[in-house]
């Protein structure tokens, strides 16, 4: 599958959980803290993996550079906000609010990508680069899922780099294991 379908997916899953999150108000602390982790899950290893295969090579080009020079400041305040109901452990009326605009401004992020950051990849990639990129997002993703708090905000902030700097703090990140979890032995 191209790029843009893969992501197509994963955007219509993290906004359906988001909708669930916000219905969950009554359902009380657990299904919500569930509902947080399960978002998390999703949004991280995609934001992480887009940044690295789709932002980082279109961030130089016009006439994306601005786009995506704003979308990775989008990801960076969409997981402020997660990180902050995950931390808050029972159930706060004012995080409903939170949600509610977390959904509005990653549906707002969402549609932006899907339109200017999609029409300037697509005149630039080839459908064949463009299929390629889709297996490594595919690839990526579990592999970000596996890595700490810590790794994953170093990641985000050499993302945001310019590329010639984005090396030295890729130093920090820790490594990941590249075999699958089942192939490790104990
Ligand atoms: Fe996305
Ligand atoms: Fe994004």
């Known amino acids: 599958m191209m790029i843009y379908e893969e992501l197509k997916k994963d955007h219509k899953k993290v906004l359906s959980l988001l909708d669930q999150l916000v219905a969950?108000?009554?359902?009380?602390?657990?299904?919500?803290?569930?509902?947080?982790?399960?978002?998390?899950?999703?949004?991280v290893p995609h934001a992480r993996s887009e940044e690295a295969i789709l932002y980082n090579a279109l961030r130089d080009?016009?006439?994306?550079?601005?786009?995506v020079g704003h979308a990775y400041g989008e990801h960076a305040q969409a997981e402020a906000v997660l990180r902050g109901l995950q931390l808050s452990d029972a159930l706060d009326l004012k995080w409903v609010g939170a949600v509610k605009?977390?959904?509005?401004?990653?549906?707002?992020?969402i549609s932006e990508e899907e339109t200017k950051v999609f029409s300037a990849a697509r005149a630039v990639f080839s459908d064949q680069e463009a299929a390629a990129m889709g297996e490594a997002f595919v690839q990526m993703k579990p592999r970000v899922r596996e890595q700490s708090f810590a790794g994953n905000t170093m990641e985000l902030i050499a993302n945001?780099?310019?590329?010639?700097l984005r090396a030295s703090v890729l130093r920090f990140?820790?490594?990941v294991d590249p075999r699958p979890a089942a192939g490790r032995g104990a």
């Open 61 to 67: 080009l016009e006439p994306s550079k601005d786009t």
């Open 101 to 109: 605009q977390l959904r509005e401004s990653l549906a707002h992020h």
């Open 160 to 164: 945001a780099l310019p590329a010639r």
């Open 24 to 43: 969950s108000e009554k359902s009380g602390p657990d299904t919500w803290s569930a509902l947080v982790q399960q978002i998390r899950d999703e949004l």
């Open 173 to 175: 990140v820790p490594e």
